[in-house]
């Protein structure tokens, strides 16, 4: 291998090691068992809001039956499962 194209590929190769600062929030990342309570409520937008606070999540989202969701996981993120008529049946981070 050329030496140039040795050193581009160590320096991707490590790159990918770096270590990258978390805000603070993300550090603290989300718990889960914190919005335990809203298990059984209608997840509106301003239920879901509280659950994310109480969650210590940067952020939120429902998750309604069938609902295609990505697969990457998000410390945190709370992740909001409703049935079908919206009632929150499990609370998760990720």
Request: aromatic fraction near 4%; include cysteine; hydrophobic fraction near 50%.
């Amino acid at each position: 291998m050329k030496p140039f194209v040795a050193a581009s590929v160590a320096t991707l190769v490590l790159t990918g090691c770096a270590t990258i600062e978390a805000t603070p929030a993300a550090a603290a990342g989300c718990d889960a068992a914190k919005a335990g309570a809203f298990v059984g409520r209608k997840a509106d937008p301003e239920i879901a809001e509280q659950a994310r606070r109480v969650a210590g999540a940067e952020r939120v989202r429902v998750l309604a039956p069938d609902t295609i969701v990505t697969m990457e996981y998000l410390a945190g993120r709370l992740n909001l499962s409703v049935d079908a008529a919206g009632t929150i049946q499990a609370v998760r981070c990720g």
